[in-house]
């Protein structure tokens, strides 16, 4: 198989679930026309409950609809926290993942006051769980990325210069 082939489906998928997302801003709205929107992807099928025999398997014609409909729903949110998320839990289906991955989308473009505190509140004290450690060597990393990253392309303009006598 080329590289990308199996990836074709999940494109088409993202693609129209967000071609059509981009025409709502209430996520009530929007349920019905997003599930319609990935339908052809998809590999379960319309009764979540009983899926079809291909369901979650390798394609290049269709998709697995949790990262469509977690994209569709963050643009129907036009990025808001609350209202991203709430449409993904109000999606069904798989509704557990869709918003695990448009709040985490959510609030990697927004930061942490993006969360509701009143949700984090709860949630960090139902689950006993330091919500704060996972993200801090992650940040860690990226920043030390960045850090280097930005070394070698001063070390490049420096180079440049040196041989080409132009400043930038």
């Known amino acids: 198989m080329q590289p990308g082939l199996q990836l074709r489906g999940t494109r088409a ?10 025409r709502y801003e209430d996520f009530e709205e929007a349920l019905r026309p997003l599930r319609e929107a990935v339908a052809p992807f998809d590999t379960v099928g319309p009764d979540y409950r009983q ?14 609809e949790e990262l469509p409909i977690a994209l569709g729903m963050l643009l129907v949110g036009r990025g808001d926290f609350r209202h991203t998320v709430l449409g993904s839990v109000n999606y069904g289906r798989d509704c557990d993942s869709i918003a695990s991955m448009s709040g985490a989308i ?12 009143e949700w984090s509140g709860t949630l960090a004290s139902a689950s006993k769980l330091d919500l704060h450690a996972p993200a801090a060597a992650p940040a860690t990393v990226t920043r030390e990325v960045f850090a280097r990253d930005l070394e070698r392309r001063q070390a490049h303009e420096a180079a440049f210069t040196a041989l080409t006598g132009a400043a930038r």
């Open 13 to 22: 998928a993202i693609e129209s679930v967000c071609e059509t997302a981009a």
């Open 51 to 64: 899926p079809s025999l291909g369901a979650r398997r390798p394609s290049r014609l269709h998709a697995i």
């Open 106 to 117: 959510a609030g990697a473009l927004h930061g942490e006051g993006a969360v509701p505190t």
